[in-house]
């Protein structure tokens, strides 16, 4: 399908991750796909090849281009080859819009350059355990201390992407307690450093798919973390996280349309390849005929996809809009991943072929970023409903 979404910068950056893929993340995903994460000392070379710093400004050490396009290739890229870079999507997607438009001038000097490095590795605590989507519920607390240098934080998370070899952790902690009229209010955003006393890694959660990600649970007893690590205003910590939102369901659904894309590449490498009753199996009608209905299906989710990436890029992608890009993207993919993994009969169930692993990674699209159902009330309340 023609696009018009990137330029010849974008696809020499996609030839060269192309390439690096293909010499030192294909010979070890295997065991990364054991082991249940990548070794952290991958994350340096990550760092080295300079995808931590695209959009981090000259001044702090990075390339300075603000556009999401350059994360939107390394998603097509690592897809496409059936691998994962592990947690740093989550370093860059989750972590890097948080410091770049909260910090101030001196957290962006003391953080960002061993951000860019890959010195210090983010994630993102929003989730707990009895609250699911309903951030407005959270129970973890943050009471400032008598003396006004530390607040003392207290409570627990879960599902936590790169939450097991993250150094600082951004965790949403109420600090104080919601207004009648307002549950939201009285959320705050805290950058945590994981080696004070008292913050502990629980649990790296045994997950259906993503399995090179690590995922945990963060407890946190009585840490005291310094006024001077707080992001934005107090209190306001909820609008912020709005405010971020469809930018990660964007990525989520462009995650999802790469998958798509991908899925269909390895089932047409399959059939083409696979024979039965003495032919191929890509030359029965009905291969041709899903197959042909799946690239249709990726079609629509590519420009669904694209035109949301476009908005972003210009500052005007809304939440309703990166709602339905999510919920589309990821219910296309959802179908699509589903009709290849037949075409692969009995082997499309093995681990070793790249379409189980995608089909176990795929089916928490639906589910993290906010479930489709919450998609779908976000859309009605656009539609005036």
Not at 56 to 79: H, W
Not at 157 to 169: E, H, N, P
Not at 219 to 226: M, R, T
Not at 275 to 294: H, I, P, Y
């Amino acid at each position: 399908m023609r696009r018009t979404v990137f330029n010849e910068d974008h696809e020499a950056f996609r030839q060269t991750l192309r390439d690096f893929i293909e010499t030192e993340v294909v010979p070890r995903y295997d065991q990364w796909f054991v082991d249940g994460q990548v070794p952290r000392d991958f994350y340096k070379q990550l760092a080295e090849l300079g995808l931590f710093g695209i959009e981090v400004p000259e001044e702090y050490g990075g390339a300075g281009i603000d556009s999401f396009k350059f994360a939107a290739i390394q998603t097509e890229e690592t897809t496409r080859a059936g691998v994962s870079f592990g947690a740093a999507g989550a370093h860059v997607a989750l972590g890097l819009p948080y410091l770049l438009d909260l910090g101030t001038e001196e957290q962006k000097r003391r953080w960002l350059p061993d951000f860019v490095s890959g010195d210090t590795m983010y994630a993102l605590a929003m989730t707990e355990p009895g609250t699911g989507s309903d951030l407005a519920g959270m129970s973890t607390t943050a009471k400032l201390s008598e003396d006004g240098t530390h607040y003392v934080l207290n409570g627990a998370k879960t599902f936590i992407t790169g939450g097991v070899l993250a150094d600082r952790v951004i965790v949403c902690a109420r600090t104080s307690p919601p207004k009648p009229d307002d549950r939201r209010f009285g959320i705050t955003l805290l950058v945590v450093d994981t080696t004070l006393p008292g913050y502990s890694v629980g649990r790296k959660l045994d997950k259906l798919g993503l399995r090179t990600s690590d995922t945990a649970e963060l407890a946190f007893v009585d840490v005291k973390v310094p006024v001077g690590d707080r992001l934005g205003e107090e209190n306001k910590g909820f609008s912020y996280l709005g405010k971020n939102l469809p930018k990660e369901r964007l990525s989520i659904a462009y995650g999802a349309y790469a998958q798509a894309a991908a899925a269909v590449r390895f089932a047409k490498l399959y059939v083409q390849d696979r024979k039965v009753f003495g032919q191929t199996v890509a030359s029965f009608q009905n291969t041709k005929f899903e197959l042909a209905a799946c690239q249709a299906e990726v079609d629509a989710a590519q420009a669904v996809a694209d035109r949301a990436l476009e908005a972003l890029d210009a500052g005007e992608l809304t939440a309703a809009e990166a709602a339905s890009a999510k919920l589309f993207c990821t219910e296309v993919a959802h179908r699509v991943i589903d009709r290849c993994l037949q075409l692969h009969g009995g082997y499309g169930f093995i681990n070793e072929y790249p379409i189980a692993r995608l089909y176990a990674d795929n089916r928490v699209n639906r589910i993290y970023g906010g479930t489709s159902e919450v998609m779908k009330m976000i859309i009605a309340k656009d539609m005036g409903l």
